[in-house]
């Protein structure tokens, strides 16, 4: 009876095949990881700044109500949160080169810009063209990542846009819901500081109770708050991005008829 013997040359050839098949799924796997790379990379750059808006890269729809600068003549308020968009229109076109010089002179937070090749109409128009420009029928110039451009389109479709405010400002919903009692104090010598950084609060949705002048000068403005340690408040948010200053939490007074403090510094009118 003849015995089977394996032929060396089947065994090499399989061998072969099954270091070409390990070979070609290597080579599948790493153009996939490429294209996930450039993907992600793709998704979290910026389509194109414009020269003359020195703003940095929106940090992603946080929490709160993000504002923007959208050309000609509109500042909306994005709140994912509270599901809203809020806006006016200025009187006049606002030039690129001066909308942050602009959004200063009305008090306006400004975190992103959004600049059409084109005018924008009304709100509406402001809906179809986001939708427009994530799917590459319209360009623009950006502070917001493709990737936040498709959660903008994503939102701007379901949301509730409130009628245009009566004035050049853009309450948030949440501050406006923590109704904090704000003191402003001038601590410079520069007459009226003290109106105009009250202003700025107001725009934001929250309440100044009272004016006055602080009981010393600061180069530095100082924010107190009179609330217990590490609050999560979006006032207070807000308040450190107006003026640019950290907070001190000095805890709840009951010889405080008022929330938070804000003694305005020589900083402010630079």
């Known amino acids: 009876m003849a015995s089977w013997k394996a ?20 080579g599948v796997l790493i153009g996939l990881i490429i294209v996930v ?20 890269k929106l940090a992603g729809w946080k929490n709160g109500q993000v504002n923007l600068y959208v ?5 909306i308020g994005i709140d994912m ?13 606002v030039d690129p080169s001066n909308a942050l010089v602009e959004a200063k ?17 009304d709100i509406d128009d402001f809906v179809s063209r986001v939708d427009k420009s994530v799917w590459g029928g319209e360009s623009v110039y950006t502070n917001i990542t493709r990737k936040d451009m498709f959660k903008l389109w994503s939102f701007v479709r379901g949301s509730n846009i409130l009628q245009p405010q009566n004035k050049t400002a853009l309450p948030e919903t949440s501050i406006l819901l923590e109704r904090y009692n704000v003191v402003v104090n001038n601590a410079t010598n520069v007459s009226g500081l003290a109106s105009d950084a009250s202003r700025w609060i107001e725009n934001i949705g929250a309440v100044v109770v009272d004016t006055g ?13 009179y609330l217990p340690e590490k609050t999560q408040s979006r006032t207070v948010e807000r308040l450190e991005e107006i003026f640019g200053v950290n907070v ?17 510094g020589e900083d402010f009118t630079r």
């Open 7 to 26: 032929n060396p040359k089947n065994g090499r050839k399989d061998k072969k095949r099954k270091k070409l098949r390990l070979i070609i799924l290597g």
């Open 37 to 56: 790379v450039r993907l992600i990379m793709w998704l979290y750059a910026i389509p194109q700044t414009h020269p003359d808006i020195n703003i940095d």
């Open 71 to 75: 050309y000609p003549d509109f500042f």
């Open 81 to 93: 949160e509270q599901g809203e968009i809020k806006y006016f229109r200025t009187e006049d076109a």
């Open 105 to 121: 002179k009305l008090g306006v937070l400004v975190d992103g810009y959004i600049i059409f090749r084109s005018d924008l109409n």
């Open 213 to 225: 002048n602080y009981k010393q000068t600061l180069q530095s403005t100082k924010i107190n708050v």
């Open 248 to 264: 001190d939490y000095l805890g709840v007074s009951d010889e405080k008829p008022y929330d938070i403090e804000v003694a305005v």
